[in-house]
């Protein structure tokens, strides 16, 4: 299925849909992007992150893994290629509200991972990518080239962690994604939706020349307060693109809606249990 989840995957073929990436970078931000809190915290607990962990986040959107990261005392570089997830991030990380004392520490870095290297600093002890992939046809390659670039910066046997949707039995959330198949049939290109597999992290690592040293599960269930959020919430991660420009952004909302109806609570809210795997690999 992914920053949610995945990167705001362009289609390749046909126009590209009218998106106000603005109000989409706030919606990933308010709505979406809490959904995978527990994945974060499920890692950084595993991996002990705190004052000796120097981060490198790659894709970090609007930066609440790097600010959880943070608070546990570590030292944290961000890099994203989309300005507006990033302007949210310095909001959120780097305030210029007076009598605010900015953490040293903490960076962020609009462009690619080889933008974030400093002369004489040393290398990074932790790499994220924390956008789920297995969502999208063709996003492991883009994660590769995200991880060519960022291996030569973290020390030798640091840890890379991968993270990707579990089996779609697993997660509530794949019967309503099925919607992004359906309505970018006629495009048949690299932006539509497929269904995770099983080796999706491990082949991406065996690509990249990393060693896979662990793994986990985690429960990520997705609630919204309304079938509205829940909308805006998924149109977010990107997901829906390649339907949109197929069809157009009305039918994409008409098809959601009726897909989020069966998960809808007598109280109008609305909840997915869904299941992520995380990898966690060393460079070499």
Known sequence: ???????????????????????????????????????????????????????????????????MAAARGAAVTGVDVSPERMTLARERLLPETPGTRTRPDIRLVDGSPRDTAVPGVPGYTLVTAFEPIGCLAGDSEGLGGLLAEAAPLARRGAAVVLAGWGPPERCATASVMRVATKLAEPLRHSGSWRPACRDDLEDVAQRAGLKPDGSGRVACPFGYADVDSAVRGLKSTGLFDAAMTATDQVQVDKELTEALHPHQRQDGTVWMPNVFRYLIARTP
Do not use: N
Not at 11 to 23: E, I, Q, T, Y
Not at 39 to 57: C, F, H, K, S
């Open 1 to 67: 299925m992914t920053p949610t989840l995945v990167r705001q995957h362009l289609p390749h073929a046909g126009s590209v849909p009218r998106v106000d990436l603005r109000a989409r970078a706030r919606d990933w931000s308010e709505i979406q992007e809490r959904m995978l809190v527990p994945l974060y915290e499920a890692v950084y607990e595993r991996l002990e992150v705190g004052p000796a962990t120097r981060l490198l986040g790659l894709g970090c959107g609007s930066g609440l893994s790097l600010l």
